[in-house]
């Protein structure tokens, strides 16, 4: 079960202090975070200083004015959430402060305390199964290693072996395929290696257990977030000792130039970097834990997955801001999208009133054009006919089928009947 520390203080402590000391000292005081703090005053109507009051008071003047009596309440003794210190200092502080009063029981009940503490953000039976597997990881130190850290291995030795002169990336031929460093090997010495496949393997296999997965460059991926981290061997810096090999360089290097002669000057390190042993866990939001003087980073998988999942939790939150304002972006578009589709069809249906309306005065004209004709003596009854038929044609309120042209259309999408001509009557719109 997870358990929320609180402070339990009465409003006149509290008000008192505030006003003394400052909501800084005050939080720091009762390790409390200052945002809690500011909820718990306005929550039980506490007044805090102002930035003038402070002025005036450090100032040495009068701040009579300034101040603001507590009201009187019923509700006198509080309770406030403590401010979580980082979950892997918290264990490390106990793991310190165990005496021998102490047993282990104890000790392991007060780390898992802190770690669901940290875990709060997660479903309560997700931290107790986290809880449960970190707690008790001897079953997993025991049996093969773990396939990925058997491919990890392999290609070390390979890079060591191909990439030993240039450490540069470069084409395997029988893979077709350009060869890049591999994870962890820049940052661990050869004497390391051994360690980092062995925490890797207690790591990736709790990790699957939980039911995570292993990506291709060895990170970790629970649900849909993935968790990057590194392994890096701390290194003693030492002055180089010259090899015997490069004093004869030098010493070959000098004589040509006292000969008076040219020479390239041998390059000859200042500094050795020799292995400690120390290792340390580093995510890209540069947390970290390291091995201490007595407790190994292998009887830390508490604080490892405390990082991780914290870790996990942050860039889950990214994801889900990123994913949310995508959604809104994508729902704006096809918002602007239906409405321009709206437009475009009533801008549509206007073309065809206007061409209808234009057809049907032209229908007009032509009937009337008809009249005149049927006046003349001499008149061509066939030709009359004809444009008769043409009128109900083009005529919307008729809309009479021609035997060849068809029903007239005037979706402007569509393709015009007929060819445009210098005088078209399929063009007057």
């Known amino acids: 079960m997870k358990v929320i520390r609180t402070v339990t203080l ?3 402590t509290l008000y008192e202090e505030l006003w003394t000391l400052g909501k800084t000292k005050v939080a720091e005081k009762y390790k409390i975070t200052a945002a809690n703090l500011e909820k718990v005053c306005k929550d039980y109507n506490i007044p805090r200083p102002s930035n003038t009051y402070w002025g005036k008071l450090y100032a040495g003047q009068d701040i009579s004015k300034f101040i603001i009596p507590l009201e009187e309440s019923e509700q006198d003794n509080i309770e406030v959430p403590c401010k979580c210190i980082a979950g892997h200092e918290e264990l490390e502080r106990i793991r310190r402060e165990k005496t021998v009063l102490q047993d282990d029981v104890e000790c ?3 780390e898992k305390e802190i770690m669901a503490n940290r875990l709060s953000f997660l479903p309560e039976d997700e931290v107790e199964r986290i809880i449960d597997t970190v707690f008790n990881k001897k079953k997993f130190e025991a049996g093969k290693l773990h396939f990925k850290i058997v491919q990890l291995k392999k290609d070390i030795e390979n890079w060591k072996n191909r990439a030993r002169q240039d450490r540069r990336e470069y084409y395997n031929y029988s893979t077709r395929q350009y060869v890049k460093e591999p994870r962890f090997v820049a940052d661990i010495t050869e004497a390391g290696l051994p360690r980092l496949y062995r925490l890797l393997d207690l790591i990736f296999k709790i990790s699957e257990s939980l039911g995570a997965q292993i990506t291709e460059d060895c990170c970790i991926l629970i649900g849909k977030d993935r968790v990057r981290f590194e392994i890096i061997e701390r290194l ?3 002055n180089h000792e010259i090899t015997k090999a490069e004093a004869r360089e030098l010493l070959k290097y000098e004589d040509e130039i006292k000969n008076g002669g040219w020479a390239s000057k041998p390059q000859i390190r200042k500094y050795d970097y020799l292995p400690t042993g120390i290792f340390r866990i580093k995510t890209s939001d540069q947390k970290q834990i390291r091995d201490s003087d007595d407790v190994k980073l292998e009887e830390k998988t508490p604080d490892i997955f405390l990082l991780f999942y914290e870790k996990y939790f942050e860039e889950k939150q990214k994801r889900e801001e990123y994913e949310e304002k995508e959604r809104l972006r994508q729902e704006s578009y096809e918002r602007q999208q239906r409405l321009q589709e709206r437009i ?5 249906k206007l073309e065809i009133l206007y061409k209808e309306l234009e057809d049907y005065q032209l229908a007009i004209k032509l009937r009337d054009y008809v009249y005149q004709l049927s006046q003349l003596s001499e008149r061509d009854e066939e030709y009359i006919q004809w444009i ?13 089928e021609d035997s060849l ?10 393709k015009k009947e007929t060819k445009p001509s210098n005088y078209d009557i399929w063009n007057l719109y």
């Open 405 to 414: 042209l068809g029903k007239r259309e005037r979706n402007i999408n569509k």
């Open 388 to 400: 008769l038929d043409k009128a109900d044609w083009i005529d919307p309120l008729v809309n009479k």
């Open 236 to 238: 003693k810096k030492v």
């Open 10 to 12: 009465s409003r006149k």
């Open 344 to 348: 475009e069809e009533e801008k549509n």
């Open 108 to 110: 392991e009940e007060q």
